[in-house]
């Protein structure tokens, strides 16, 4: 069946899927194989993501980030003063796979803790193990037992790593205390450092879950019961007079359809209507807007907004969570092919890549990762605030980390204003934020603008910005540790003040250095140090890509959005089945989450079509 760019004017569905990302493709390919008499129909606000270079190819998933991006929305915040009054974008996916299609591809799983404090029946990591298993065909070491090896997704490291760069760091992570293990995926590791796969075939190519869902289908010849509307955004959900779900109006994505018209408001948007089920998955920033444009939300937003209340759910929009990241660049002595700068830099050129299959297109350039804990003598350092939040909700759960070091090898920032070379820029990100955003519309409109408040660093007693302050010390204590250290790009980190103990070094690349006898003791920092470091993160911590938690599967009256059915309140016949329906975060990228309820909430929906045996 070809994936539509207009819709067919005789089309009738039983199944809607409003959303083409990580969770909706999984949804729409696991419905259109139960059976071949259920139509299926997603409707995908990006183009058609089959063989685009910059999705196939991991090494290119920095194209994903620039501002002229067709693949990616690119969100709006508002003033952040908390964040020295800056107004962050929050990229999403904005082509069809979704966030699978242009992430860093990298194989992250949470911990056992993360899916049992979702306190929610049917949805505890044994339960969820199956899932879990059933998406992957897992080629790394790691106890079978909770891994898969029959599922659509490849999980690999392409064929291709940076061997030197990858033990280098990992000895550097083991010499200040956080142990090696083969696997930090199989949702109990802690504490300690492992080199990572990704989401990659063997041969190289991303595991996107359209190409792994859809495309395998949509070109198989067998099932006409599969639909695809691409560059169409969906305005709203339409109910009947019982407030049951009947279908979706959309309109043509102006960004792609240069032959339509900008849209003005009196446009009529065009409808199709379900028989069966309206399944929502337009992400965490995208679905509250698109329930609040329904009439499901909270009364006063939706009367500010003007629009009609349908049902009053006051959790839409709200609850806004996203991991908390900055990028710290070093100089390093490494050798071209253990960076991806060539890439970067345009030293390597693409087309010839291509044309010769060369490896490290395979290569997501983000090699090995730390889930860190603080030892007990950096907990006796913490400040009250710090270390009250530590004891109530880490001390006595070992499984749960701080945060995230991921060493990332590439210059991710402006490589004009470095001299040349190979550099590398490991991530911190926070693992259970305590700040707290929201997103909702402000009017009936597409072109209404969003109502976005990021919300990081707002939490009682700067809780996540200590955490932070601690990671960057510890994590710039195993990069010292690394033969191929050779000092930090100074503009992109603290400014520290002169005298400081712990200012930024540049070292020669040329010359040799021995980190067992360069490095004695910890760096010290002071007060003035740590005021250094606190406003650096306020100018440059962004997202992590990670939005969730905008429609959250809770209790109504506990700003729940939709029930353990994955059914939205307060109407029928609407379900939501994507990341924002996750209770409490997870320490892990989320994609494995967003493919997780994908799966899950393919199974909920094939059981209660009568589709799969109880």
């Not at 989401?199 to 190519?205: F, I, L, Q, V």
Request: proline share 7%.
């Amino acid at each position: 069946m070809p994936i539509y760019t207009q819709l067919p004017a005789d089309l009738e569905v039983d199944v809607i899927i409003a959303g083409g990302g990580t969770a909706g493709c999984v949804v729409a390919g696991r419905l259109a194989q139960a059976d071949p008499n259920l139509s299926v129909l997603v409707i995908e606000g990006g183009q058609d993501n089959f063989d685009n270079p910059s999705v196939v190819h991991p090494a290119f998933f920095l194209d994903h980030l620039a501002p002229t991006s067709k693949t990616t929305i690119f969100y709006p915040t508002t003033k952040q003063p908390q964040l020295a009054g800056r107004n962050p974008v929050v990229p999403a996916g904005g082509v069809l796979g979704g966030g699978s299609s242009i992430n860093f591809a990298m194989y992250t799983r949470a911990q056992r803790e993360d899916y049992d404090a979702w306190d929610t029946p049917g949805w505890s990591t044994e339960e969820l193990l199956p899932f879990f298993k059933k998406l992957e065909t897992y080629h790394g070491q790691g106890d079978p037992a909770v891994h898969g090896f029959e599922g659509p997704v490849q999980i690999s490291d392409g064929g291709y790593r940076a061997h030197k760069a990858t033990r280098e760091y990992i000895n550097g992570a083991v010499k200040v205390g956080y142990p090696f293990v083969h696997d930090l995926c199989d949702l109990d590791s802690n504490n300690a450092v492992a080199p990572f796969l990704r989401y990659s075939s063997p041969d190289g190519k991303r595991q996107d879950a359209a190409h792994c869902y859809l495309h395998p289908l949509l070109r198989d010849g067998k099932h006409p019961n599969l639909h695809v509307l691409v560059e169409t955004q969906v305005v709203r959900v339409l109910f009947d007079e019982n407030k049951r779900a009947r279908g979706v109006e959309f309109v043509p994505n102006t960004s792609f359809h240069s032959t339509v018209a900008p849209l003005k408001d009196s446009t009529p948007p065009q409808t199709i209507c379900a028989r069966k089920l309206v399944v929502l998955s337009t992400g965490a920033i995208g679905t509250p807007g698109v329930l609040e444009r329904s009439g499901v939300g909270a009364k006063d937003i939706l009367a500010k907004a003007g629009i009609p209340l349908v049902a009053e759910v006051p959790g839409v929009g709200a609850s806004y969570e996203d991991h908390h990241l900055v990028f710290w660049p070093y100089k390093t002595s490494l050798d071209p092919s253990e960076t991806n700068d060539a890439i970067v830099t345009g030293r390597i050129d693409r087309t010839t890549a291509i044309a010769e299959k060369q490896r490290r297109l395979g290569w997501n350039f983000v090699d090995a990762s730390v889930k860190a804990r603080p030892s007990e003598q950096d907990v006796a350092k913490f400040d009250p605030h710090l270390r009250a939040a530590w004891d109530r909700d880490f001390a006595s759960h070992p499984q749960r980390p701080l945060l995230f070091f991921t060493f990332v090898e590439t210059l991710l920032g402006d490589p004009s204003a470095v001299p040349a070379g190979q550099y590398v820029s490991p991530a911190i990100y926070t693992a259970y934020p305590y700040s707290r955003g929201h997103v909702h519309v402000t009017g009936p409109r597409l072109s209404d603008p969003l109502d976005f408040h990021l919300g990081i660093f707002t939490d009682a007693g700067d809780v996540d910005l200590k955490k932070q302050v601690w990671g960057y010390k510890k994590h710039r204590e195993i990069m010292r540790r690394t033969a191929f250290y050779r000092g930090e790009v100074a503009a992109s980190h603290p400014k520290f003040p002169a005298g400081s103990r712990a200012a930024c070094v540049e070292l020669d690349v040329g010359a040799a250095y021995d980190p067992d006898q360069a490095v004695v003791a910890d760096l010290e920092y002071s007060a003035a140090d740590d005021a250094a470091i606190e406003q650096c993160l306020r100018d440059v911590i962004g997202t992590c890509w990670h939005s969730l938690g905008t429609v959250k599967m809770a209790p109504l009256d506990k700003n729940g959005g939709v029930d353990a059915k994955l059914d939205v309140y307060g109407v029928t016949g609407l379900k939501v089945v994507d990341l924002s329906i996750v209770p409490k975060n997870v320490a892990a990228n989320t994609c494995n989450t967003a493919l997780m309820i994908g799966e899950k909430g393919a199974d909920i929906i094939m059981r209660e079509l009568g589709l799969l045996g109880e």
